[in-house]
T-cell receptor
């Protein structure tokens, strides 16, 4: 199994530009999570999908952030326009929902390190 | 926001020594998970604790869930350089999401 795949691994862009991060979850997993990690705020959940449907996007910072999951094997996180304070490592994680809430192991991708100049 | 507090935030350990890191909650937890993130890496699942007073071991790592299910600990014996990284506890918020603690970052002096 290839694990969770994220691209790009590194992204450097200028303020105001659109950024699109991509994620391919583990095959057979039906839940997908986008996290942001910074030194100041730690690991924050941005949005959570179950069976390709956004369940909770309360962690999305503002309207500049949007996420989609058009099918079970692909998700995107878009920032438009990007700002320097968006610089962080963005992780995608997936899990196979067992039906027992809170007991599913999450498998993280390698992350995308975003730098907005 | 985070529902759990992890202490200490940083742990500097002499190689070969033991140490313990703690995860504390003000509310009763249904279960708790522990993850490890190596420098420059991504969080990797270590273990899950579900039962009150549960103790699980993975080689030199011992995980414990408190009797009241409000706290958990990770004890590492004979620390090695491979133990370097940040250890996170994560708790469920009553659904399929996890809330991660701030982590304990471990460095090892050879």
């Amino acid at each position: 199994d290839a694990g969770v795949i994220q691209s790009p691994r590194h992204e450097v862009t200028e303020m105001g530009q659109e950024v699109t991060l991509r994620c391919k979850p583990i095959s057979g997993h039906n839940s997908l999570f986008w996290y942001r990690q910074t030194m100041m705020r730690g690991l924050e959940l941005l949005i959570y999908f179950n069976n390709n449907v956004p369940i909770d996007d309360s962690g999305m910072p503002e309207d500049r952030f949007s996420a989609k999951m058009p099918n079970a094997s692909f998700s995107t996180l878009k920032i438009q326009p990007s700002e320097p304070r968006d610089s962080a490592v963005y992780f995608c994680a997936s899990s196979r929902t067992s039906g027992r809430k809170g007991t599913d192991t999450q498998y993280f991708g390698p992350g995308t390190r975003l730098t907005v100049l | 926001g985070q529902q759990v507090m992890q202490i200490p935030q940083y742990q500097h350990v002499q190689e070969g020594e033991d140490f313990t890191t703690y995860c504390n909650s003000s509310t009763t937890l249904s279960n708790i998970q522990w993850y490890k993130q190596r420098p420059g890496g991504h969080p990797v699942f270590l273990i899950q604790l579900v039962k009150s007073g549960e103790v699980k071991k993975q080689k030199r790592l011992t995980f414990q869930f408190g009797e009241a299910k409000k706290n958990s600990s990770l004890h590492i014996t004979a620390t090695q350089t491979t133990d370097v990284g940040t250890y996170f506890c994560a708790v469920s918020r009553g659904d399929y999401k996890l809330s991660f603690g701030a982590g304990t970052t471990v460095t090892v002096r050879a």
